[in-house]
């Protein structure tokens, strides 16, 4: 397995524009993880999928952020309109959902808003 | 997820064993201690995970205390790919994984 990969690496954008943040989990994995890591504020859970479903979306910071999760390998994380303090790294992460099992991290995604 | 207490950073010689402390004293009976690590400009990366009993595999040992309260995350011996930031984490089922700030391990050669 290619484990799993997120989409763009990096994104420079423009003040107000909208982004767009692509993960494709690891194969049978059931549950997905949405984290932002800045040096201010560390490693943040932004939001939890298990089944597809939105289990724990307390981190996405305010109404800018969404996510979704169509289906079982492929998962968004938007922000509408961005800011510069939103600039920071996006990792996407995929597990069988069981505190048994490991979470297998991408390699992130380095977003600059300017 | 139980609270974890770990020093801000550590430092170790190669080739020399490490053991990195982590305390979480407010860690219920079904949380699983898990260990990840983040190398420089990486994402983090699971290194091993414990219930009750000691564990080790190809990367690392955790010792667990009996009380539960603590555990220590043993490399056998360091090497300079080793430096990274450790995380420790107590996890419930149906949970995601809270990482705090880790302890940053320096190796030297």
């Known amino acids: 397995d290619a484990g799993v990969i997120q989409s763009p690496r990096h994104e420079v954008t423009e003040m107000g524009q909208e982004v767009t943040l692509r993960c494709k989990p690891i194969?049978?994995?059931?549950?997905l993880f949405w984290y932002r890591q800045t040096m201010m504020r560390g490693l943040e859970l932004l939001i939890y999928?298990?089944?597809?479903?939105?289990?724990?979306d307390s981190g996405m910071p305010e109404d800018r952020f969404s996510a979704k999760m169509p289906n079982a390998s492929f998962s968004t994380l938007k922000i509408q309109p961005s800011e510069p303090r939103d600039s920071a790294v996006y990792f996407c992460?995929?597990?069988?959902?069981?505190?048994?099992?490991?979470?297998?991290f991408g390699q992130g995604t380095r977003l600059t808003v300017v | 997820d139980a609270k974890t207490t770990q020093p801000n950073s550590m430092e170790s010689n190669e080739e020399e064993p490490v053991h990195l402390p982590c305390n979480h004293s407010?860690?219920?009976?079904?949380?699983?201690i898990h260990w990840y690590r983040q190398l420089p400009s990486q994402g983090p990366e699971y290194v091993i995970h414990?219930?009750?009993s000691n564990v080790n595999n190809r990367m690392a040992s955790l010792a667990i205390a009996e009380d539960r309260k603590s555990s220590t995350l043993i490399l056998h011996r360091a090497t300079l790919r080793d430096a990274a930031v450790y995380y420790c984490?107590?996890?419930?089922?149906?949970?995601?994984?809270?990482f705090g700030k880790g302890t940053t391990l320096s190796v030297s050669s």
């Open positions: 992460a995929s597990s069988l959902g069981s505190p048994r099992t490991e979470a297998f």
């Open positions: 194969s049978g994995h059931n549950s």
């Open positions: 999928f298990n089944n597809n479903v939105p289990i724990d």
């Open positions: 407010t860690i219920s009976g079904t949380d699983y």
């Open positions: 414990g219930l009750t």
């Open positions: 984490i107590g996890n419930q089922a149906g949970t995601a994984l809270i």
